[in-house]
């Protein structure tokens, strides 16, 4: 991005780019720690997710307030306002990331008989899907880079998969293991949220794309 | 240093400027040369001193350039951050970050709240993250402040380290458990025919006994396989230098294995004589253990080929066919790793230990070689190692047994008998 007149305003920009990142990593953390407690009924760490999901909020509040201060202050033209807009639009998606972790933590108590649940095998995979692309996201957002953000988008097919396999196979199980559906049914909406959290990743891409292109990505990509 | 750099000329003048001004102020002349003797001798005195080094001049020379140039080529990723931004990354960083880090907030690097942890204003010194740039990876992060603005963060990739580690702890756990086996029975006949105190019929303590012998070779083939391992691994690094006429080796390696009960089945294919560095030892287990995996694998009475050919001008090619299940492919990659089995229970019954290929691998690794493992479900399988073959000795290179020049030797087909 070309330099500014106001030095300040470039000091504005990297400053959001900055609190973008960290909501980003917070939430890449997020997940894999929240299906780590899931997984090992560790109920500290999902302590610990859900503590640190007031850090996302609190950043959240900070990229919107620095967002709008931008606007007013600079108004911003061109590829810099896409920059601010995309950015204050992002924050909100990964601060979504981040409740669904939270939610998926939560759930860590309420699973039953953990060591021998099989269905719970099935879900570290996809979440690790999940963060991966949340992964790429972040990156494809620092470099600005059009092609990854399109590459995130097509995995989103996989967690898609990944969801439809798991949900058939969680419903196969509790037909046959009646005594287990309520712990089968909060993986149900464990699953639920890894796919959702693939899907916000997916509007990130596209918001990337459109930060760096000015336009969205062709529908076929989606 | 020279005198005339240190005298302060203009003091002094200033000195003899005030001299002569008292002097036509009419004060008297001693006084005034008093004080002007005063005057220069303090000058003189504080000039004597060596300047104190130009502290704030060496802090500017340590600009953003400079350290660039002392960094660039550091094979450990740099990165230079200024307050909150990144002002320099060296090459490897670039690599590990990607190069659209620099000027951008530090954040959009690091992101990961450990390593954020690193920056601001109360910032520790040192962090461990995981997954920073890929799945999984492990990296130690260290930061240095330079002043007060300027800190260096150092990375240091841990994964390697963690992976070694993990590889050996299983290996161990491996070990152990393959070693336990074979020992609690015969612990457990042991302690039965003791026991017994002669009540047990002859027919049953000699079956016992039977056990214990083949628990023991078990045991014996399994620390030998162990052993040769280790020793392999160690010398993983040291080319091996004896010239080796690999036909001849191929033949008696294999006649070996097959030993004189399953001769019958063997096969032997020798198209070509080529020579190749190697240690005659390390080769001919590779061709044992491939003969004896084939027979010992392969259907009861189908025949195992045994090929030795030359492949694409300057590869040596052993080749071992059997004709049996095969393989399935997705068990192909594992088959190489120490204590694999595609099928525990036969391979054990057999007296596998489950090290034969990771030795084989380790031995054609050693001698720059490839193993290659192709398997028809059904079918059989092939096992292929590609050797390079030696230099041509300078002296006798016009004879070189395998160039081109030379007329093959027939390819033949012997059945053995």
């Given at each position: 991005?070309?330099?500014?007149?106001?030095?300040?305003?470039?000091?504005?920009?990297?400053?959001?780019?900055?609190?973008?990142?960290?909501?980003?990593?917070?939430?890449?953390?997020?997940?894999?720690?929240?299906?780590?407690?899931?997984?090992?009924?560790?109920?500290?760490?999902?302590?610990?997710?859900?503590?640190?999901?007031?850090?996302?909020?609190?950043?959240?509040?900070?990229?919107?307030?620095?967002?709008?201060?931008?606007?007013?202050?600079?108004?911003?033209?061109?590829?810099?306002?896409?920059?601010?807009?995309?950015?204050?639009?992002?924050?909100?998606?990964?601060?979504?990331?981040?409740?669904?972790?939270?939610?998926?933590?939560?759930?860590?108590?309420?699973?039953?008989?953990?060591?021998?649940?099989?269905?719970?095998?099935?879900?570290?995979?996809?979440?690790?899907?999940?963060?991966?692309?949340?992964?790429?996201?972040?990156?494809?957002?620092?470099?600005?880079?059009?092609?990854?953000?399109?590459?995130?988008?097509?995995?989103?097919?996989?967690?898609?998969?990944?969801?439809?396999?798991?949900?058939?196979?969680?419903?196969?199980?509790?037909?046959?293991?009646?005594?287990?559906?309520?712990?089968?049914?909060?993986?149900?909406?464990?699953?639920?949220?890894?796919?959702?959290?693939?899907?916000?990743?997916?509007?990130?891409?596209?918001?990337?794309?459109?930060?760096?292109?000015?336009?969205?990505?062709?529908?076929?990509?989606? | 240093?020279?005198?005339?750099?240190?005298?302060?000329?203009?003091?002094?003048?200033?000195?003899?400027?005030?001299?002569?001004?008292?002097?036509?102020?009419?004060?008297?002349?001693?006084?005034?040369?008093?004080?002007?003797?005063?005057?220069?001798?303090?000058?003189?005195?504080?000039?004597?001193?060596?300047?104190?080094?130009?502290?704030?001049?060496?802090?500017q020379r340590l600009t953003i350039e400079s350290i660039s140039d002392l960094i660039e080529n550091s094979s450990i990723p740099l990165v230079i951050t200024d307050r909150n931004t990144i002002a320099l990354a060296n090459n490897a960083a670039r690599r590990m970050l990607g190069p659209h880090v620099i000027g951008q907030d530090t954040r959009v690097a690091l992101r990961n709240p450990e390593a954020i942890s690193l920056l601001g204003d109360n910032a520790q010194n040192e962090a461990i993250v995981r997954g920073l740039v890929r799945r999984g990876d492990i990296w130690q992060i260290n930061r240095q402040t330079i002043d007060d603005r300027l800190a260096m963060l150092e990375f240091i990739n841990q994964t390697a380290e963690a992976d070694i580690s993990r590889a050996h702890t299983d290996f161990v756990a491996n070990a152990s458990h393959e070693l336990r086996t074979p020992l609690a029975a015969i612990l457990g006949y042991v302690e039965t025919l003791q026991e017994g105190?002669?009540?047990?019929?002859?027919?049953?303590?000699?079956?016992?006994?039977?056990?214990?012998?083949?628990?023991?070779?078990?045991?014996?083939?399994?620390?030998?396989?162990?052993?040769?391992?280790?020793?392999?691994?160690?010398?993983?690094?040291?080319?091996?230098?004896?010239?080796?006429?690999?036909?001849?080796?191929?033949?008696?390696?294999?006649?070996?294995?097959?030993?004189?009960?399953?001769?019958?089945?063997?096969?032997?294919?020798?198209?070509?004589?080529?020579?190749?560095?190697?240690?005659?030892?390390?080769?001919?287990?590779?061709?044992?253990?491939?003969?004896?995996?084939?027979?010992?694998?392969?259907?009861?009475?189908?025949?195992?080929?045994?090929?030795?050919?030359?492949?694409?001008?300057?590869?040596?090619?052993?080749?071992?066919?059997?004709?049996?299940?095969?393989?399935?492919?997705?068990?192909?990659?594992?088959?190489?790793?120490?204590?694999?089995?595609?099928?525990?229970?036969?391979?054990?019954?057999?007296?596998?230990?489950?090290?034969?290929?990771?030795?084989?691998?380790?031995?054609?690794?050693?001698?720059?070689?490839?193993?290659?493992?192709?398997?028809?479900?059904?079918?059989?399988?092939?096992?292929?190692?590609?050797?390079?073959?030696?230099?041509?000795?300078?002296?006798?290179?016009?004879?070189?047994?395998?160039?081109?020049?030379?007329?093959?030797?027939?390819?033949?087909?012997?059945?053995?008998?």
């Amino acid at each position: 991005m070309a330099e500014h007149t106001v030095k300040a305003f470039d000091e504005d920009i990297t400053r959001l780019r900055g609190l973008i990142a960290e909501m980003g990593g917070l939430a890449e953390v997020a997940i894999a720690e929240s299906l780590d407690a899931l997984l090992r009924g560790d109920e500290v760490l999902a302590e610990q997710v859900v503590l640190r999901d007031k850090r996302m909020d609190a950043l959240e509040m900070e990229v919107d307030k620095l967002a709008v201060r931008i606007i007013a202050l600079r108004a911003p033209m061109a590829d810099d306002l896409r920059e601010v807009i995309a950015a204050l639009k992002i924050a909100g998606v990964l601060e979504r990331i981040g409740d669904y972790s939270k939610n998926i933590a939560k759930r860590t108590g309420m699973i039953e008989g953990r060591a021998r649940f099989e269905p719970l095998t099935l879900l570290p995979t996809m979440g690790e899907v999940a963060s991966e692309m949340v992964h790429d996201v972040l990156t494809a957002y620092a470099a600005r880079d059009p092609d990854l953000a399109r590459e995130v988008i097509a995995t989103d097919a996989k967690v898609d998969g990944f969801y439809n396999s798991i949900f058939r196979n969680l419903v196969s199980y509790m037909v046959e293991n009646p005594s287990t559906i309520s712990s089968a049914a909060q993986l149900l909406f464990v699953a639920r949220n890894i796919e959702r959290i693939g899907d916000h990743a997916t509007n990130v891409a596209e918001m990337v794309h459109f930060a760096a292109t000015g336009v969205y990505p062709p529908e076929g990509d989606r | 240093m020279g005198s005339s750099q240190t005298i302060p000329i203009a003091g002094i003048s200033l000195a003899a400027v005030t001299f002569a001004a008292l002097l036509l102020l009419g004060i008297d002349v001693v006084i005034a040369l008093a004080v002007l003797t005063v005057w220069v001798g303090s000058l003189l005195v504080a000039a004597g001193r060596p300047p104190d080094p130009p502290k704030a001049k060496t802090r500017q020379r340590l600009t953003i350039e400079s350290i660039s140039d002392l960094i660039e080529n550091s094979s450990i990723p740099l990165v230079i951050t200024d307050r909150n931004t990144i002002a320099l990354a060296n090459n490897a960083a670039r690599r590990m970050l990607g190069p659209h880090v620099i000027g951008q907030d530090t954040r959009v690097a690091l992101r990961n709240p450990e390593a954020i942890s690193l920056l601001g204003d109360n910032a520790q010194n040192e962090a461990i993250v995981r997954g920073l740039v890929r799945r999984g990876d492990i990296w130690q992060i260290n930061r240095q402040t330079i002043d007060d603005r300027l800190a260096m963060l150092e990375f240091i990739n841990q994964t390697a380290e963690a992976d070694i580690s993990r590889a050996h702890t299983d290996f161990v756990a491996n070990a152990s458990h393959e070693l336990r086996t074979p020992l609690a029975a015969i612990l457990g006949y042991v302690e039965t025919l003791q026991e017994g105190d002669g009540s047990l019929d002859a027919p049953t303590a000699r079956k016992f006994l039977g056990i214990i012998e083949r628990e023991a070779q078990r045991l014996h083939a399994l620390v030998s396989d162990l052993m040769s391992l280790s020793r392999v691994e160690a010398e993983k690094h040291d080319l091996p230098t004896t010239r080796i006429d690999l036909a001849a080796l191929v033949e008696r390696a294999a006649r070996d294995a097959a030993g004189s009960n399953r001769i019958e089945r063997l096969v032997l294919d020798i198209a070509a004589e080529p020579v190749v560095l190697g240690d005659v030892q390390q080769l001919e287990q590779v061709v044992r253990n491939l003969v004896d995996n084939a027979l010992k694998y392969g259907a009861a009475d189908a025949p195992v080929t045994v090929e030795l050919n030359l492949a694409q001008g300057d590869l040596a090619r052993i080749a071992v066919q059997d004709q049996g299940e095969g393989i399935a492919p997705e068990q192909i990659p594992h088959l190489t790793r120490r204590f694999y089995r595609t099928d525990p229970g036969r391979s054990r019954a057999s007296g596998g230990t489950g090290l034969g290929l990771a030795i084989v691998k380790h031995i054609v690794e050693r001698h720059r070689g490839r193993l290659d493992i192709t398997s028809t479900l059904g079918k059989g399988t092939r096992v292929v190692v590609r050797l390079p073959l030696a230099e041509p000795e300078p002296e006798a290179a016009g004879s070189a047994p395998d160039t081109d020049q030379e007329t093959p030797r027939e390819p033949e087909t012997e059945q053995l008998s």
